[in-house]
């Protein structure tokens, strides 16, 4: 039973628009949670977090939402750019916890 | 470079043959990672260490799959008798404490024909 979920496996974008990514989880225990970006033969690197005591974090271009309530997490990336171009991963975590959970990916492609 | 390091990048074996895959970490970084990410799949915990000790290895599929870190540095995965499931690409992460950010190596991917 996976406890994240990406349902998107792609999701194709304007360069210059928005990308919105989303992420569900079912574990109600989860309360860390962070965005991974990876490039082809790369390994993933982190891109930003959110702690489950806030709704939304910002870093640049880059902002996360967390609805509690609803278990679901987004990824919004404004404006995009070809360089956004990635498969981008969801995982959470307990923060007393060092194991991460993750989704199966998103493969985000801008558009020139 | 400065980041995790591993090798080899890519790793192909035949059925029932013995693998071993070296992780070479962030000078510094006390705890290290095993994730297995299979194709179409996000990764999936394997093993955990803090210094040389695993910490939690909960994640290694079965008595196949084995993991040291001697001297609480470089780190060496080996999977005995490999099957054509255990095809995927094996990733190291280390980071500086047990619940600071992963620091990811490119990963060895492992074909198992």
């Known amino acids: 039973d996976q406890q994240v979920k990406q349902n998107s496996p792609s999701l194709s974008v304007q360069e210059g628009r928005i990308s919105i990514l989303n992420c569900d989880y079912t574990?109600?225990?989860?309360?860390?949670f962070l965005w991974y970006k990876k490039y082809p033969a790369e390994g993933p690197t982190f891109l930003i977090s959110?702690?489950?005591i806030k709704d939304k974090n910002e870093d640049g271009r880059f902002t996360v939402f967390l609805n509690k309530s609803a278990k679901h997490l987004s990824l919004h990336i404004v404006p995009s750019q070809p360089g956004d171009s990635a498969v981008y991963f969801c995982?959470?975590?307990?923060?007393?916890?060092?194991?991460?959970?993750w989704g199966a990916g998103t493969k985000l492609i801008i558009k020139p | 470079g400065a980041g995790v390091s591993q090798t080899p990048s890519n790793k192909v074996t035949e059925k029932g043959k013995y693998v071993e895959l070296r992780c070479d970490p962030i000078?510094?970084?006390?705890?290290l990672y095993w994730y297995r990410q299979s194709l179409g799949q996000g990764p999936e915990f394997l093993i955990y260490?803090?210094?040389?000790?695993?910490?939690?290895d909960s994640g290694l599929p079965n008595d196949r799959f084995f993991a040291v870190r001697p001297e609480g540095s470089v780190s060496t995965l080996k999977i005995q008798r490999t099957e054509r499931g255990d095809s995927a690409v094996y990733l190291c992460?280390?980071?500086?404490?047990?619940?600071?950010?992963?620091?990811f190596g490119e990963g060895s991917r492992l074909t198992v024909l």
């Open positions: 260490f803090q210094g040389t000790g695993a910490a939690d």
């Open positions: 959110i702690s489950s």
């Open positions: 992460a280390s980071s500086l404490k047990s619940s600071g950010e992963l620091f």
């Open positions: 574990n109600s225990m989860f309360d860390y």
């Open positions: 995982a959470a975590t307990r923060q007393s916890n060092y194991q991460l959970i």
């Open positions: 000078s510094g970084h006390t705890a």
